[in-house]
């Protein structure tokens, strides 16, 4: 009797450990399978935030292709309507509000936000929309793919009502910075970005860009700016011939370690003095000290060649960008300020936030649209009619570029 009452003991026992397990594994599973779809759940909610937010990033566009369209009407003589003069007000103003884009009438605002979509069972909706048309800087990336960009140079006066004449002519230099430590390529080996390689000081010829001696990836490239300057009087044609004398000009500017020279000038442009076969120096710092920039440097502008109203562009192209690209930040500078002049209507900021049920995402973005409110037009590359002037040569030798000059190569002058 003894024994039998021990034997079912023990068979009470393993069910009761074996309902345990089962409902602990049971329970685990459950637990996983919930988490997993509320994570599931989370990145929808998220994404659909995020589209939303990025809905009212594009009728902030529309937006602001309208107040193109008024700033060109005005500088062509044409009368400024109520609904520019209000558009003009309205994005210009410093003290802005979360549905201004209702008061521009891109967008209608009920309960706080504007809906996205004409599903209503979607939820989504962005909250706040505000549009920052004046903007210390200009930012950007270049790649492989896409190794250009025309900037205008369009400076407004904080402290004036509206006009830039004055600032236009008074600009003297432009403030390049580029490379950030996101544009470091990874070690393949530890899977961390590569340390930054700046070429050696003594650095005076130009290495291949792939194999032995090589550029080097996570060496910051050239950039390559070109100054392009005409006059900008309303009514004005354009003078090609002015673009020999002067108004055209272009600099390389290299990476060196080392503060940020004080004496690059679109004046030394290479192409139009004997002997100047060098770039100009960029001064650049290992721990991305210039606002998050590995390099900058400050170029001064050459006077228009007439004295007349100026109207600028600056082009910008990358040599040596790796598979990460290169970021940069342009900006516009004036004698005696330390501050940089704003950018009027360039590369305006818009700030939105859209919502998905109860989730919220938050997006800061900057748009760029040209004069006549289109998508940037500006070609990589043009050639005039007027007179030209080119000079080169096509070597497989690196020790054919001397950063210290070559006399033999005499000044291009069309």
């Not at 004046?267 to 998050?292: E, L, V």
């Amino acid at each position: 009797m003894v024994m039998n009452k021990q034997k079912g003991a023990v068979s009470i026992f393993i069910v009761i450990f074996t309902a345990l397990l089962v409902t602990v594994v049971t329970t685990s599973f459950v637990q996983i399978m919930m988490r997993n779809q509320q994570q599931a759940t989370n990145n929808d909610l998220s994404q659909s935030a995020y589209d939303s937010a990025m809905a009212g990033v594009e009728d902030a566009k529309r937006a602001l292709v309208q107040l193109k369209k008024c700033q060109l009407a005005a500088k062509t003589g044409s009368p400024v309507t109520t609904e520019c003069s209000n558009l003009t007000n309205l994005l210009t103003n410093n003290v802005q509000t979360c549905d201004m884009l209702d008061d521009a009438g891109v967008a209608t605002f009920a309960s706080g936000e504007a809906q996205v979509g004409s599903n209503t069972s979607l939820n989504q909706a962005y909250t706040c929309v505000k549009v920052k048309v004046q903007t210390e800087s200009y930012k950007g990336s270049l790649d492989n793919d896409r190794a250009s960009v025309v900037i205008p140079l369009v400076p407004i006066d904080a402290n004036s009502s509206g006009t830039n004449t004055d600032e236009l002519n008074n600009m003297s230099s432009v403030r390049i910075s580029w490379f950030v430590k996101a544009n470091l390529p990874d070690d393949t080996m530890t899977g961390q970005p590569k340390p930054l390689v700046m070429p050696p000081a003594s650095q005076t010829n130009l290495p291949p860009a792939t194999g032995a001696g090589s550029w080097g990836d996570a060496t910051p490239p050239l950039m390559w700016a070109q100054l392009i300057q005409f006059d900008g009087t309303p009514g004005t044609s354009i003078d090609l011939g002015k673009f020999d004398d002067g108004n055209a000009r272009t600099v390389l500017l290299y990476p060196k370690s080392g503060s940020r020279p004080s004496s690059a000038s679109f004046a030394n442009d290479s192409r139009r003095t004997s002997g100047m076969n060098r770039p100009s120096y960029g001064g650049c710092q290992a721990n991305f000290n210039y606002g998050g920039y590995a390099c900058s440097v400050v170029v001064d502008l050459v006077p228009m060649s007439g004295g007349e109203q100026r109207q600028a562009y600056l082009r910008l192209a990358g040599v040596y960008i790796n598979n990460r690209g290169v970021n940069y930040q342009v900006e516009m500078m004036s004698p005696g300020v330390t501050d940089s002049l704003k950018f009027d209507n360039v590369q305006p900021e818009v700030d939105s936030t859209g919502r998905a049920s109860d989730l919220f995402r938050r997006v800061k973005a900057r748009v760029s649209v040209s004069d006549s409110g289109t998508p940037l037009p500006y070609p990589d590359a043009a050639l005039s009619t007027d007179k030209l002037c080119k000079e080169f040569f096509i070597t497989d030798d690196i020790n054919e570029y001397d950063g210290n000059g070559n006399s033999s190569l005499p000044a291009c002058t069309p």
